[in-house]
């Protein structure tokens, strides 16, 4: 008997098949409720339990890691930028409301002794 290659090298029949390549396997990415976004979440217990952060270093999401480090030098350093900003009027923001807080206190105390 004749050997006959199933590669057929040469030989033209009909249209010619195109294999797809096998599909990519997708990387197990966390399923994000967007819903779940949207609703109320708790903060870490920092005054009851004092060493929470110590306990239990914060961490990043990978998803998040990937954002940070796509981004390129003068988009960090914008970010930078403005989150610190939002930081300072956040303290200074605390630092009055406290100040002003202790000051109608004080207030009510010398209402209260006339």
Known sequence: GRLVS?????VQSGSPVVRQPPPKRQR???VIDVDALEKLYPL???FSSRDFME??????ADMEKAVILDMGPASRQEELARDA???IRLLEMALVLNDEQG???RDMEK????
């Open 44 to 46: 870490p217990r920092c």
């Open 28 to 30: 197990e990415e966390p």
């Open 111 to 114: 209402l209260k002794t006339r």
């Open 85 to 87: 900003a939002a930081m």
């Open 6 to 10: 199933s590669s057929q090298a040469g």
């Open 103 to 105: 000051s109608s206190t």
């Open 55 to 60: 306990k239990r270093p914060p961490m990043v």
